[in-house]
């Protein structure tokens, strides 16, 4: 029950109202400032994440659209319930996207796994909704996974969290291990940032990047061509065809076979000197 919800119950009651509403006022406004200091926290964390991947060089970021912008997805571990978990993503997950400015995309994990889990609940599986499932899992894979971590101890709770390539596993970016405050411990009312922001000069965007992305791509599959690869029609659009191609390629060059076109895989392409004489 909520405090309005209970203020508007015990209206009725004069002594009871008399003798409970400064209880209740106390609460509320511990809870409010709780929030207030949690939502610094989060903002402070999102800060700390995207400065760190923003001035981290562009080859240690990969993405799943090419040279598209990276998918970034957060999970949050270690919390007492999945609920207080979820409530920690989901706050961490809104202060990244607020303060990307359309630097990278998001992926909200939660979210999937309800709807995959809606899908398993509409009946019997069939090949249809295991191929939604799949499609669904393929088109939201996170290019950065930001990871965090609940500690508890002598009655205080605390939380970091760690940006991770999914490539390759590096550690990207960390934060320091911080207080997270409830209504059962009151944040203090002014809580000054750790740093201040670098003065870091925002990268600047080409005026044809999706023009620029399927000249990549076509790149890409004309030199799948010229080495034995068949990507398919060459026409800068990434298909089932090219990613197949792609596949085959990443065997044979001893890469991580996953059908994605990142730069890694098109700096070994322009290096790669095999090609198929007719």
């Known amino acids: 029950m909520n405090g309005a919800l209970l203020m508007e119950k015990i209206r009725f009651h004069p002594i009871v109202a008399a003798l409970l509403t400064p209880v209740l006022l106390a609460v509320l406004i511990a809870s409010s400032t709780a929030q207030a200091a949690n939502d610094r926290l989060f903002s402070s964390f999102a800060r700390t994440i995207l400065q760190t991947l923003n001035a981290a060089p562009v080859d240690s970021l990969p993405a799943t659209n090419g040279y598209g912008a990276p998918r970034i997805a957060v999970r949050t571990v270690g919390a007492e319930t999945p609920e207080i978990a979820a409530n920690y993503t989901r706050q961490l997950l809104l202060a990244l996207q607020k303060q990307a400015k359309g630097r990278f995309a998001f992926v909200a994990l939660d ?19 295991t191929a939604r499932i799949r499609n669904l899992r393929v088109n939201a894979r996170a290019d950065v996974l930001v990871a965090g971590t609940v500690r508890r101890k002598n009655g205080e709770t605390r939380l970091s969290y760690q940006a991770i390539n999914t490539e390759t596993g590096a550690l990207l970016a960390s934060t320091a291990s911080r207080l997270v405050y409830t209504s059962s411990r009151p944040a203090p009312r002014i809580e ?8 870091i000069e925002p990268r600047k965007k080409t005026a044809s990047h999706q023009s620029g992305y399927r000249t990549t791509v076509q790149e890409a599959e004309q030199m ?3 080495k034995g690869y068949d990507p398919g029609p060459i026409d800068g659009h990434l298909t089932s065809e090219t990613r197949a191609a792609l596949r085959r390629y990443q065997q044979d060059s001893a890469m991580p076979m996953n059908g994605r076109l990142t730069r890694r ?3 070994n392409l322009r290096r ?3 090609a198929i004489v007719f």
Request: hydrophobic share 35%.
């Open 111 to 129: 979210s999937l796994d309800r709807l995959i889990l809606d899908i398993k609940a509409e009946g019997t599986p069939t090949p249809e909704a």
């Open 192 to 199: 000054p940032p750790n740093i201040e922001p670098p003065n």
């Open 224 to 226: 799948l061509f010229d």
């Open 265 to 267: 895989v098109v700096n």
């Open 272 to 274: 790669d000197t095999r």
